[in-house]
């Protein structure tokens, strides 16, 4: 253990290892498992996961419910924002529960749960946890399970949102994948990582099994919390349902979408320069909104990095917040990919 675990880990490796070790588990993380070292050096094949097969109808309804409620809440906001029914704490409620519940999928979910890119205090982990299924991405073991499929498979068969594969030629082609990687796969049972496969240490952590279980009340509580604000705050049944709108249905929207967006849009258009097997992209305008995530090529290369933006001008809010957890203490062995093993990819894209 120590701090050389995670540069040293990441920075000696040949380039074309990335897939396989985008979780770290073979550099012995503290939760792993001896099975989950045998993983991920060896990637499940993509025909055998297809046996989970179709979601049940109840599954799917309440994915659809997920997506089709926030949206319809959002048109209500349009609507009421015409009639002058919004107030200054819906917008500031709407954007502290959009940073912290992103933070929730960027810091938490991704950064931490799925690529293992720093380690922390047992609070701060169920934290993020708790705040990243209020994003209502689905249950952290299962948002894990997938990202770390998508890594093992990136762009080819067996992952769960390719833009690129199984999709088609030409124009309609690129709109079906499109389509597909933004949010068509979310209906789609056989392309989900297997949770007991993909993340089996995070079964060892009774905290996580139980936050991971708890993702239904949890979500509601993200609900009920802008709503009863907004009747405190504005003293009536109307002031506590524009919270709710604002807070809750639109907050959820939004990050829906810009999360999905790291789907599509960064494996489809915006800029690459370093050698990856897979079509990823960096994407300089959902920098912000995505809090860093739109770097995502750079992510692609180096999986472990806690840093995404890995120029000054890229801006990460992801990875200040880890520096700032850093700083307090409550992060140690961050993974940082040292300047020299950049430059070795990016000389080798160009040969
Ligand atoms: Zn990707
Ligand atoms: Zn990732």
Redesign the pocket.
Known sequence: MGNSQGPTATTTRPSSDSREH?YGAATGGRNHHPSSVRQSQKPPSPAREHEDGQLPLAHKLTILGGVIVPFAGTIAAVVLLWNQFVFAHDLVMLAVGYVLSALGITVGF?RYF??RSFETKPFVRYTLAVLGSAAVQGPVIGWVAD?RR??AHSDQDGDPHSPHVGHGRGLRGALKGLYWAHMGWLFDGSTRGNRQRYAPELFEDRGIVLIDRLFVPIVAASLVLPFGLGWLIGGSLTSALTGLVWGGLVRIFFLHHITWSINSVCHFFGRRRFETEDRSTNVFWLALPSMGESWHHN?HAF?RSAEHGLRWWEIDVSALVIKGLERLGLAWNVVRVQPERQRQRLAANET
Do not use: E, K, N, Y
Request: net charge neutral; no cysteine.
């Open positions: 985008a991704h799925t690529h990202h998508h890594h992510h999986p």
